[in-house]
């Protein structure tokens, strides 16, 4: 699949495939109505403790970044 790929085009298109679990994540947390990068009350937020749970990264992944053309 990534025949003829340097170390450097595979690392980005290891890099840029970790990433799709985040956007998504970031994609729902914004169409539920509330921001991922930040909610209005800062107060609460700096004592609350949040833990996000990301999907585990596929092969899927890895095609649709390759076949994006992105590296």
């Known amino acids: 699949m990534t025949e003829g790929y340097s170390g450097s085009d595979l690392k980005n298109l290891c890099t840029t495939a970790a990433y799709r679990p985040v956007r998504e994540e970031k994609k729902q947390r914004a ?27 596929n092969m899927e992944d890895m095609r649709q970044v390759k076949e994006s053309g992105c590296c």
Do not use: N, W
């Not at 930040?38 to 990264?57: C, H, M, Q, W, Y």
């Open 31 to 57: 169409e539920e109505g509330q921001s991922a990068e930040g909610r209005s009350d800062e107060k609460e937020e700096a004592t609350e403790e949040r833990v996000i749970a990301l999907r585990p990264l």
